[in-house]
């Protein structure tokens, strides 16, 4: 029997996209919130002895996690084989280490409370800092697939003469990497980050890449002012028709807006957080993963 896959409200475009790409039956669960704020649900749907997929991405996670772990629990009791997991963002990964007493280190607890009702994950460049891979916290097979490729296809096919910019050395090998693929040089920026909204990026010297397009590329998009640091520095220097490409693209606050006023020439972003600037597409990527967890 093929697998269902189950999306929830607002991963209805990937969760289709994924469905395709991995020959398993669709759904949407029905789900809605009571006058109270409790969260009502309902699969309406064959689930005994069937693998079910529920995909959701995990940005603004705190009301998403109920309903998700809602949703996988009554798959069990209604009869499921297993149940897994596609988070294209995953979320609570900022956390990793207790930097002043009493702190939680949430990323460790999010980590136990997922894996104690799903039997595997499949996620997107997770913000992976102080662990090495995923399976230092999360206990459940967990695969995490990397968008670069899909950005690299994306800049060969849509930027003349590209100059891939990394906004902080911490994108330094991730950045070296969509350069290679796609055939560009590219270029790192140092950073010194004072608080949480306040962020000044080096000058870069742009005489050598006179005639290519500056296109700066950073895994997640949050308050965005990291790469509108950048942005003025770039501009400051005398580049122009940047482009901006983020694998998660959130966007909190007004986000997108600032970064649009800064007079960029596109914003790009992967389709794992849903919003108007997707237009890289990792389904692909994210299917692949889903296969080979499924077959061990």
Same mark, same amino acid.
């Given at each position: 029997?093929?697998?269902?896959?189950?999306?929830l +409200? /607002?991963?209805?475009?990937?969760?289709?996209?994924? #469905?395709? %790409? $991995?020959?398993a039956?669709?759904?949407i669960?029905? &789900?809605?919130?009571?006058?109270?704020?409790?969260?009502?649900?309902?699969?309406?749907?064959d689930?005994?002895?069937?693998d079910?997929i529920?995909?959701?991405s995990?940005?603004?996670?705190?009301?998403?996690?109920?309903?998700?772990?809602?949703?996988?629990?009554?798959?069990?009791?209604?009869?499921?084989?297993?149940?897994?997991?596609?988070?294209?963002?995953?979320?609570?990964m900022r956390?990793?280490?207790?930097?002043? +007493? /009493?702190e939680?280190i949430?990323?460790?607890?999010? #980590?136990r %409370? $997922?894996?104690?009702?799903?039997?595997?994950l499949? &996620?997107?460049?997770?913000?992976?800092?102080?662990?090495?891979?995923?399976?230092?916290?999360?206990?459940?097979?967990?695969a995490?697939?990397?968008?670069?490729?899909?950005?690299?296809?994306?800049?060969?096919?849509?930027?003349?003469?590209?100059?891939?910019?990394?906004?902080?050395?911490?994108?330094?090998?991730?950045?070296?990497?969509?350069?290679?693929?796609?055939?560009?040089?590219?270029?790192?920026?140092?950073k010194?980050?004072?608080?949480d909204?306040?962020?000044?990026?080096? #000058?870069?010297d742009?005489?050598?890449?006179?005639?290519?397009?500056?296109?700066?590329?950073?895994?997640?998009?949050?308050?965005?002012?990291?790469?509108?640091?950048?942005?003025?520095?770039l501009?400051?220097?005398?580049?122009s028709?940047?482009?901006?490409i983020?694998?998660?693209?959130?966007f909190?606050?007004?986000?997108?807006?600032?970064?649009?006023?800064?007079?960029?020439?596109?914003?790009?972003?992967?389709?794992?957080?849903?919003?108007?600037?997707?237009?890289?597409?990792?389904?692909?990527?994210?299917?692949?993963?889903?296969?080979?967890?499924?077959?061990?």
């Open positions: 029997m093929k697998p269902l896959l189950l999306a +409200p /607002g991963n209805e475009a990937i969760g289709e996209s994924l #469905a395709g %790409a $991995l020959a039956e669709y759904a669960p029905e &789900t809605r919130q009571f006058p109270d704020g409790e969260t009502y649900l309902r699969l309406n749907a689930i005994k002895a069937r079910i529920l995909v959701c995990l940005d603004r996670p705190d009301p998403k996690f109920l309903p998700l772990i809602f949703l996988a629990e009554t798959a069990r009791e209604m009869g499921a084989r297993s149940v897994g997991l596609i988070c294209p963002y995953l979320a609570y956390q990793d280490a207790r930097f002043k +007493p /009493g939680g949430t990323s460790a607890y999010f #980590a %409370a $997922l894996g104690q009702h799903f039997d595997w499949a &996620t997107v460049d997770p913000h992976l800092h102080r662990y090495r891979s995923l399976s230092e916290i999360y206990a459940i097979p967990a995490a697939v990397h968008a670069g490729p899909a950005i690299a296809a994306w800049v060969r096919d849509h930027v003349p003469a590209p100059l891939i910019i990394g906004p902080d050395s911490e994108s330094a090998q991730w950045v070296a990497a969509v350069a290679r693929e796609a055939n560009a040089p590219y270029i790192v920026l140092e010194h980050r004072h608080g909204r306040k962020v000044e990026v080096s #000058a870069p742009m005489q050598p890449w006179r005639g290519r397009t500056p296109v700066l590329v950073d895994d997640i998009i949050s308050t965005a002012h990291t790469l509108i640091a950048a942005t003025r520095r501009l400051s220097a005398g580049a028709g940047i482009i901006v983020g694998i998660h693209g959130l909190a606050d007004r986000a997108y807006d600032e970064l649009r006023a800064m007079g960029v020439s596109q914003i790009v972003s992967c389709n794992t957080v849903t919003h108007p600037s997707n237009a890289i597409d990792v389904t692909a990527l994210l299917a692949k993963a889903v296969e080979k967890l499924t077959r061990a």
